[in-house]
């Protein structure tokens, strides 16, 4: 089942501006984590954020997480060519010890950055 | 390199004939799972195992069986193929316990089913 959403859908982007991506989701989580697709390629892991957590940087990644809004997004600064991909968010639920960890993945933004 | 090898990666097949896509994990992590992923249907979870002889359906499971017979070892059959069956099939494997990490995925396989 699906639980996060991202917005929006498709981007599309000039080479050097940013992009803003974001994640809604439903329940109480653990951590949010987004992951990048390029075209039929495996997801790659990129950024984890923990629920008491409120913004995570890493290079040019940014992260903000907004659990009473049950929302996150992810910004990508000065963006390249390279980064056209899909982006997908991914919510680690709040369960107990034990239980199977089960990642739930939105639908993905597609990005497009034009050289 | 730790990494989730899937194989093969593309794979072309008849309806019926069954079938093994093969997931290998170097990491020694416990959980390891299954999904497919089509256009306007985002990625779908078929099964998972959270170790050694332990597995369960996901959101999608029909037509598919898994087995977990070592831990580094995760494969997919399809004991009759269908053109319904058509898709892009990822093998992912993460910690169980420390969830301070990602999933790591495997590359992908593009099962296409005539």
């Known amino acids: 089942s699906q639980q996060g959403e991202e917005d929006p859908q498709a981007l599309s982007i000039q080479e050097g501006e940013n992009a803003t991506m974001n994640c809604s989701y439903k329940t109480s989580i653990n951590n949010l984590q987004w992951y990048r697709q390029n075209s039929g390629r495996g997801l790659v892991h990129l950024i984890l954020?923990?629920?008491?957590?409120r913004e995570k940087h890493s290079g040019r990644l940014r992260v903000t997480l907004d659990t009473s809004k049950k929302s996150s997004s992810l910004l990508i600064t000065a963006s390249r060519a390279a980064d056209t991909a899909s982006y997908f968010c991914a919510t680690d639920p709040l369960i107990s010890s034990g239980s199977a960890r089960q990642l739930t993945f939105g639908s993905g933004t597609q990005l497009t950055v034009l050289p | 390199e730790a990494q989730v090898t899937q194989n093969p990666r593309y794979l072309i097949t008849v309806t019926g004939k069954k079938l093994t896509v093969t997931c290998s994990q170097n990491m020694n992590h416990e959980y390891m799972s299954w999904y497919r992923q089509d256009p306007g249907l985002g990625l779908r979870q078929i099964y998972y195992s959270m170790n050694v002889e332990v597995t369960d359906k996901g959101d999608v499971p029909e037509g598919y069986k898994v087995s977990r017979k070592e831990k580094r070892n995760f494969p997919l059959i399809l004991e009759s193929p269908s053109p319904n069956q058509t898709s892009l099939y990822f093998c992912a494997s993460s910690p169980l316990r420390d969830r301070s990490y990602g999933y790591t995925f495997g590359s992908g396989t593009r099962l296409t089913v005539v």
């Open positions: 954020i923990r629920s008491n957590e």
